[in-house]
């Protein structure tokens, strides 16, 4: 809306609010505007006559006004308020403004191009169709409405629009014609009738080639329109006749010389309309009775209709093929004659066109019967040259070659020879092999073969001879390339034909693959079973749980549990690349089935299999199956029914040990982590599954097992209950250390430090005896090898917080700690460790600093400054010098007046460093001495000024954050 319709709408629309007729309740307000600048919703009483309100309509006045204007904004403005009052204010006061409304609308759909604002064109096209609809509404109970001058103005305003100029207006008009005559209960015969002198008189009053160019197609339309109501109220007199004949002459014209005068395609576009307005007029008038005895003209016409199935436009194509199909009982004569002309194109390989073989399609289409089969023998003459079975009648004519089609034109043309053949009267069965081998040959000339334009059409003529066409690839599944060509052919959407052919014999589709009695083929019918079931389970997903195809789920899990299967798995380098799909595709098959009927457990289970054996094949689909599909879609009772098959497979002596290490690692532990993450374990773990768990698993286990793998997957597992401890699970706890505790002196260090992980979870959650505490503390501190660095880490941080509390204090543990930094501090790797721990759970060290912060400040050097430190130690160096000024900080803000008096010993600090005392002395006032801060200090700024390794995004990190330590440290140490 223009910025003044804008402001002058705003200022009206404040007047009807704070108005006389709002004080006096004649207006209801229900809502306020939805934007400042266009307040447009408000609602108003329909038992109220509205037209009284002098406001409103001014406002009326000001968005009809709004259309007219040039400009885009001001044309948008005025229909969107148009819209706005014709959905708010009620049908007595629309109906009073009606007209000035559509015909508003109606000036805004012609004068705005729809390439320009189609947002515009198409909101005024739906405020038209609501004013019509909101105004007969009301009218219908109105016995006088047929006399209302409204109403009349109406229905005049339309009937001239019949013969607009704009396709769209005429389109409109035709259907607001419709619309109201269907809820009237009238015809719109009876509506336009009393028009007809306003419709007709324009365009019968002058010759039509008087006509301009622009209105010859309104007027075409407009008399089309009229000629199709019923009674027929339009004299066929000479000036209709007339127009008739120009209609014929127009739609008879050639494309090719209408081409040739290379025409803008502007006119080119009037011109194809003026066709398409030419033969639906000579349609409609086909139509009526007057035309029964006047053969010449019919004749002429219907031959016309025949010639433009062969034009290129779609539009004209389709509306000759609706006037064909107004025809009934044609003469056989006039087939011949019409028909000659695309019969003698089709016999000229050089006439051949994509237009001139769509319009055989559709004369396929309406007159089956009145072709034999040779056409389809004409037809495969013109690709001869591509059936490698063709052999000439005379054998010394020389060899079929390319016809020269256009460029461009020869995939088309010979796609669209091919789409012809599922026309043709049933006896074109005959063709079904050559058109196979036709389309195999025609794909390898293509550069790709996925997705060629052979397969759709060839797909239309199998669907047709169904039966036929399965039994023929049956037959040759053997045969790489039919069976290539039978795959992608049943991919194609609109095979639904072959496939539901497929469906409809089961039986026979196995006895063809799975088990077919031909042992020289065996595995490659089965193979082609396999990708056929792939396929037609990708098209029906609950096609395998029909219980009526049991026998080829059957026939998956007999392939499955093949041991030709394994043996090809395990031996893969030396297979085709199609075999090496063998596993992955029963995977998936079986995957589709288990999705459908989570009570099946047992083929879920058998699948992890696969894992193993390495292969080059990318199973993680299974994987996320396992973990995310089971997790999200299995309900409570369903995934219990896992834990209990998983136990039954566990104690299975028969399964291999690598299966039970994939069902762990794959599924059953991060299948738990996801139960206890999404807190469903109250639901799945009640006591007696826990108990069953605890009994088959790791009582059954303890001291018997000897593989690693399914070691550490068993520790893991326990790892995980105990960190989720589920109801029942403190009564089995002696069970669980009792496990745990045979593999702490196992040779192989993964299962140790997973033993020393499990028994750390369990200090964690359970009360433990100090002894069996500290022994585990001792034993991770001095476990510094890099292989088990994550592990013992990660025991570490989940056992020191806890140290505290199980312990009673923290002397027993510093003591430890302290031991091991001072008589084996010298190994640069235990060294690390040490602080490395301090580090991380610095606050817990802080009681007892005085213990190690000579150590860290000896150390400093020793770890970031020599010229062999990588940047994962120099980032230590600085992480501890900063505990120690955050430990000094605290150590600050804490003290007390008592404290700035204490004792001060004369002795520097670290002289009996390697005096380990029995009983470390309290070092809760411990504080550096200034030789201590000075050490710190000078290290932070040598690291600060250090040579850097700019490659190294860590180290270039630790001088600005060394040269930030240094400026703290300063600051603090000079504050105390």
């Avoid at 006096?24 to 009483?45: L, M, S």
């Avoid at 696969?610 to 009772?637: C, G, N």
């Avoid at 109801?727 to 505790?741: C, N, Q, S, T, V």
Wanted: glycine share 2%; aromatic share 8%; with cysteine.
């Amino acid at each position: 809306m223009g910025r003044s319709i804008r402001s002058d709408s705003i200022s009206i629309y404040h007047q009807i609010l704070c108005g006389e007729h709002a004080k006096n309740g004649g207006i209801e307000r229900k809502t306020v505007a939805k934007e400042a600048t266009a307040p447009q919703e408000f609602e108003c009483k329909r038992s109220v006559c509205h037209s009284q309100y002098e406001h409103i309509k001014e406002l009326a006045t000001k968005f009809i006004n709004a259309c007219y204007l040039p400009h885009w904004h001001s044309k948008n403005g005025g229909c969107s308020g148009i819209f706005q009052l014709s959905n708010k204010m009620s049908a007595e006061w629309l109906r009073t403004h009606q007209l000035e409304f559509l015909k508003a609308l109606l000036f805004i759909i012609k004068d705005i191009q729809p390439d320009i604002s189609v947002v515009t064109v198409e909101e005024a096209t739906e405020a038209f169709h609501h004013i019509i609809k909101t105004c007969k509404m009301e009218a219908m109970t109105d016995k006088d409405y047929l006399d209302d001058s409204n109403f009349n103005s109406v229905i005049r305003m339309l009937s001239t629009e019949l013969s607009a100029p704009n396709a769209s207006v005429r389109t409109l008009a035709q259907n607001a014609l419709t619309t109201i005559a269907a809820d009237l209960d009238r015809s719109v015969q009876s509506l336009i009738e009393p028009m007809k002198d306003v419709i007709l008189t324009p365009i019968l009053a002058r010759p039509f080639r008087d006509v301009a160019h622009t209105s010859q197609p309104g007027y075409l339309d407009a008399l089309a329109f009229c000629i199709n109501q019923r009674p027929l109220f339009v004299p066929f007199g000479p000036e209709t006749m007339d127009i008739l004949k120009a209609a014929l002459a127009i739609a008879d014209k050639d494309e090719s010389i209408t081409q040739e005068k290379m025409l803008s395609q502007k006119n080119l576009n009037l011109l194809t309309s003026l066709k398409i307005a030419s033969i639906n007029l000579l349609s409609s008038a086909l139509a009526t009775d007057h035309f029964s005895e006047q053969a010449e003209f019919r004749n002429r016409v219907v031959g016309t209709f025949f010639k433009n199935l062969t034009t290129r436009n779609k539009e004209t194509v389709e509306m000759a093929r609706k006037g064909l199909t107004q025809q009934k009982n044609w003469p056989k004569e006039l087939l011949q004659s019409s028909l000659r002309p695309i019969l003698l194109n089709l016999a000229d390989p050089k006439k051949l066109s994509v237009p001139l073989l769509h319009g055989l399609a559709k004369l396929l289409e309406l007159l089956t019967s009145s072709f034999n089969v040779t056409l389809g023998e004409k037809l495969l003459d013109h690709l001869k040259w591509a059936d490698p079975t063709y052999l000439p009648r005379n054998p010394s004519a020389p060899t079929p070659t390319k016809p020269s089609w256009k460029d461009g034109d020869d995939t088309k043309i010979a796609a669209g020879i091919i789409d012809i053949f599922h026309l043709l009267p049933p006896a074109a069965s005959k063709f079904l092999e050559q058109l196979v081998m036709i389309t195999m040959q025609l794909e390898i000339l293509l550069p790709k073969e996925n997705g060629t334009p052979y397969r759709i059409p060839l797909v239309r003529f199998l669907n047709r001879y169904k039966t036929e066409s399965i039994d023929y690839f049956y037959s040759r599944l053997t045969q790489p390339a039919y069976s290539k060509m039978f795959r992608y052919l049943l991919r194609e959407t609109e095979a639904d034909a072959l496939r539901a052919e497929i469906v409809s014999d089961v039986p026979k589709f196995v006895a063809t693959t799975f088990r077919a009695n031909n042992p020289q083929s065996q595995f490659e019918l089965q193979f082609q079973g396999l990708l056929i079931t792939n396929i037609l389970v990708k098209f029906d997903p609950v096609w395998l749980s029909n219980p009526q195809n049991k026998i080829v789920l059957d026939s998956l899990v007999e392939m499955w549990q093949s041991p030709g299967r394994t043996a090809r798995l395990l031996n893969d380098d030396n297979l085709p690349l199609p075999q090496l799909r063998e596993s992955k595709l029963i995977a998936k098959c079986l995957l589709n089935y288990c999705s459908n009927n989570h009570s099946e457990v047992n083929i879920l289970f058998s699948l992890l299999s696969v894992f193993t054996v390495r292969t080059t094949m990318d199973y993680s689909f299974l994987v996320d199956f396992y973990q995310i599909t089971v997790v999200e879609t299995y309900t409570p009772p369903e995934k219990r029914q896992i834990l209990v098959k998983f136990l039954e497979i566990y104690k299975d002596a028969e399964i291999s040990v690598d299966v039970k290490v994939q069902i762990l690692q794959v599924f059953i532990i991060p299948f738990l982590t996801s139960i206890f993450a999404r807190e469903e374990h109250t639901l799945v773990l009640d006591p007696k599954l826990t108990a069953q768990i605890i009994t088959d698993v790791f009582e059954s286990s303890e001291g018997k097992l000897v593989d690693e793998m399914l070691s550490i997957e068993t520790l893991q597992l326990a790892s995980l209950l105990i960190k989720n401890p589920t109801p029942g699970l403190l009564e089995h706890r002696k069970d669980l250390i009792k496990f745990a505790w045979g593999f702490l002196k196992s040779d192989d260090l993964a299962t140790k430090q997973h033993a020393y992980l499990m028994v750390s979870r369990f200090v964690e959650v359970f009360e433990t005896p100090p002894k069996i505490v500290l022994q585990v503390y001792n034993a991770l501190i001095k476990t510094h090898q890099v292989e088990a660095k994550a592990l013992v880490k990660t025991a570490l941080d989940v056992l020191v917080p806890k140290l505290n509390d199980r312990l009673k204090g923290i002397h027993d543990w510093i003591k430890w700690t302290k031991k091991i930094i001072v008589e084996e501090g010298y190994s640069m790797v235990q060294l690390i460790h040490i602080l490395q721990l301090i580090h991380r759970h610095y606050t817990l060290f802080y009681p007892a600093r005085g213990q190690f912060v000579p150590h860290m400040v000896n150390s400093l050097a020793r770890i970031g400054l020599v010229s062999s430190a990588v940047a994962e130690n120099k980032k230590l160096s600085l992480d501890l010098a900063d505990v120690i000024i955050q430990w000094e900080k605290k150590y600050n803000t804490e003290k007390t007046p008592e404290g700035d008096a204490m004792e001060v010993d004369s002795k520097k600090e670290g002289e009996d460093d390697m005096e380990v005392d029995s009983k470390p002395k309290s070092s809760d006032n411990y504080k550096m001495n200034l030789q201590t801060q000075e050490l710190i200090v000078s290290f932070l700024i040598r690291m600060a000024s250090s040579n850097v390794d700019t490659t190294d995004d860590k180290a270039a990190m630790g001088h600005p954050h060394a040269a930030a330590l240094a400026a703290a440290g300063r600051v603090s140490f000079r504050d105390h």
